[in-house]
């Protein structure tokens, strides 16, 4: 991280003599273009010469102080520099994202003591920035107990909680920034935006070992940063520089050293498990090879790293059991050309591809049709099924031109070019995709037993015709810096193309077949009353058309930072988004003209030498929309669901052998043709943005602790998502007078801002003609969408001084609304702006309250003790309140959208719980009948889960060998093998046609991490 202290030469009399081996503090960065840079900045005599010279590669500049004395260098390359005015030398390293002050003469025209100290200088607090940002080195991430991935470290800044595992790639939880949901981050390497906005769940990785620095950004970012809500990752990779460097590292997480999480028994099926994981395994090893030196000294530097890793999980369940190989062969090439040392060339290539080989197995020993698991929960692989193996991820590829084109005007230029895979299998359909999918929920309404011939891992199978699935980003920026006198002015643009290819599903064998029994008492079953104890059938006829859809985002910024007073900065931004996303055909489905987010923001260093600043700062941040939205809503699908009795069930392929009277009516949620933008996309449809405000205090003590407080307000003022309710159409076409109006010609579900009025075409006479018109808010019946975030943070660092540093943060936060935000993670719900919560009226009852990632306390400690020479030991703690935990289920009969215009298309047709509705008991009548009683429970009713405390610890014995360093280090993650329930089952009905408790209600569904260690070995040396 980066520390901001008083610099060895600006402090009035103060000495202080702090190595900076692993510095880092909590910040407030610059708003810097470009993102991968930094500044230099200060203040000498009048109209005098300033230079500096990079310790690292030798780049020199040199420019003029103004009037004032005041004199900037921009846009520097991270790295030690070289500071000389008036016969004076000064060194400062230059962090991602931030300003290093270093002051020749006092603020005002006043001069300095001079004080001569020795060893690397720790920079002062950055009065030069409003923002909230946290900066970590590779030296710290190499020295602490901490998950060697980038969410991981993001974790360790304050404002961010870990999300939900059911979000994000294989389990992996990402970070929640400020209240906002898991997929409403940016992440960024070496200035370019790797964020996959397919879904916003995931990003381009590089190679751990190739982190120079990871910034954080948690808050109050400037102008030249936009598309997200949450926070920014940005990242620079290592880089070469006149020495030689080399070196070899092993990481081991072995399996027989972790421990593993209790099964959780079912009260549903006490003779079945609800959570099966004990036996499940995981083990991690990966190796890496890295170098970095000059190719032409002063000029040309590279720095090159491979890296190899393997990692090995198993699950077992009752029928079935995986063995999981994910090889990850991933590298990266960073080149840095010093054409002159006005011109700077930078080019940074990734290979991130992953590939995951799946063996299959079945407790079904021998195969044969109908199956009989003769081995449930069986902790050993059985006979092996068909296996495939999926590939992630692809290339990056990042060019970058700087210009200091004179001592006042900078020039940068970027483009570049990502590709990811996206879940590619191969093969891509298994044996077996000939059958249909079958499961039967006769016994239980919340079982599902296999029959049939298909392969239970692959429900759905995939066009054989399409490309691979894979997403695109192209993307160019160009940004200029300006420093006129007191004025610090920066502008730019930047443009993007996304492309996402989708591979058309359907289900195995085309079809899927789901058998029911009613309960004792008979239930209504699409509609329809059916008499107890009546075995009936659910037909799914499903699929999606193969293609290719485009995103294209274009911004201008201006912002300047304005030295108002010698003490005193304010900030002025302003960006300017366009959001475009596309259709299959190329047609736009969603576009919006230019949206405006101002920046505001200041800065107040009240003592004058950078050891007290006040900041604050308010803005507008927009998030564009996902290309997910694009496949889903605006491809053709088809989808119906058809209800049947039926007459005996075929032995092999578990379908039915004759399908018997139909039940009700058949439930179309799409009928297989791709929609017109105009009817599927409300035509004054607004991307989803956020208003922020933080208001912050930091102070450096004598002692050369740091400490500071920072306030943080955030609400959404414009939501998006999908809303499914054709009463709202047919209520406004009566009221009209259209009678000849037919709901069902509106798309299943349509995307709008929840709480606005609504511009859609629709066939008001049912005649095929679309009229454009506008539905008032009132007729959809749900409210606007409301995410609010508070929260008061204190944090504070001792920095390394050869023996010790401690670093923490307590942050005080709540997070409220009816809606977590781009995804649901109480049902796992990763579809980027089209979740659950709006889809039907009755869905928002009860739905405002404290959010998934409401964490009410947060404690987090972390830092390194030397126990004696060559010894270390590092600690990290974490103590957080629990979540909020929901009820959720099948709304009532009696709910005003339990039935749509036409008896159907209703809430009630949905067939997950997705409601606050829950039941809550059964009730006699007087006739001798029951009554289902469904209760309204609101959003958090069922308490919280419990508080975590995780304790982790690392002791490492670093000598010095040969003419390198040897690190020796054993990790130990959970030190106490603390196993806290993270999440429980928030499902409280099963049975949507007779709905009823789960009795699996509030089982727990993921615990803690449990216990596991990581061995290190590493050794880096010079050539």
Known sequence: MKAFYCMNSVLRARPLALSLALAAAFASGPTLAQKATGDIFGHTQANSSVSI??????????????????????????????????????????????GAEVDFAAKGSAELATIEVTGNAINPIDVSSVESATVFSAAQLAALPVGRDVTSVALLAPGTVRGDSSIGRSGSSLASFGGASVAENGYYINGFDVTNIRNFTSFASLPFEAIGEQQVKTGGYGAEFGRSLGGVINIVSKRGSNEFHAGVASYWAPESLREHAPN?????????????????TRSDQSFNVYGSGPIIKDRLFFFAIAEGRDVKTEDFDENTSNLVTDSQPHGLVKLDWNITDSHILEFTGISNRDYEKNRNFSNDLDGTVPIHIEDPYSTRHNRETPGYVEKYGGEVYIGRYTGYLTDNLTLSAQYGELTALNAVRSPRNLPGADCPAVYDSRRSAGVTDYLGCWDENQFTIQDPTAPDERDRRRATRIDLDWQIGSHTVRGGYDAEKFDSTNVGLTNSGGVYYRYFRTGPNGSTVNGVALPGNTEYVRKRDYATKSGAYAVENTAFYLEDSWQIADRFLVYAGARAERFDNRNATGVSFAKSDYLYAPRLGFSWDTSGDATTKVFGNAGRYYIPIASNTNIRVSAAELFIHTFYRFDGVDPRTGAPVTLGQQIGTPSVVGDGTTPVPDTVTAGNLKPMYQDEAILGLQHAFDSGWTAGVRGVWRKVRNGMDDYCYHGAFYAWAVDNGYTDF??????????????????????????????RVTIPARYFDIAEYQRQYRAFEIFWERPWDGKWSLQGSYTWARSRGNAEGYVNSSIGQGD???????????????????LPNDR???????????????????????IQSGRPINCLGFPPPEARDFEGPDGSSGSGEYTSPSSFYCVSGVETMPDGTTRTIHTLYNRGSFGRTPWIKSIDFSVAWVPKVGNGDLTLKVDIFNVLNSQKVLQYNETGDIARGDPHHNPDFLLPDT??????FRFTARYDFSL
């Open 856 to 878: 009410r306390h947060t404690l987090k400690l972390f830092g390194t003790y030397e126990l004696a020479p060559q010894w270390r030991v590092a600690g990290n703690l974490l």
């Open 832 to 850: 980027a702006g089209i979740t659950q919560d709006f889809d039907f009226p009755s869905f928002g009852d009860g739905a405002y309250g404290d």
């Open 53 to 98: 010279r990079s310790v690292d590669t030798g780049l020199s500049r040199e420019v003029q102080s103004d009037a004032k004395g005041r004199y900037v260098f921009n846009q520097l390359p991270t790295g030690r520099y070289v500071v000389s005015a008036e016969g004076s030398e000064r060194e400062v390293t230059v962090r991602i994202g931030t």
């Open 1007 to 1012: 615990y803690q991490a449990a216990r596991s």
């Open 264 to 280: 959780v028994s079912s009260i549903e099926s006490p003779n079945n498990y609800y959570r099966y994981t004990y036996s499940d």
């Open 742 to 771: 037919d709901a069902s010609t509106v798309p299943q579900c349509v995307i709008l801002n929840p709480g606005k009025d609504a511009e859609f075409a629709l066939d008001l006479n049912n005649d095929g003609t679309l009229t």
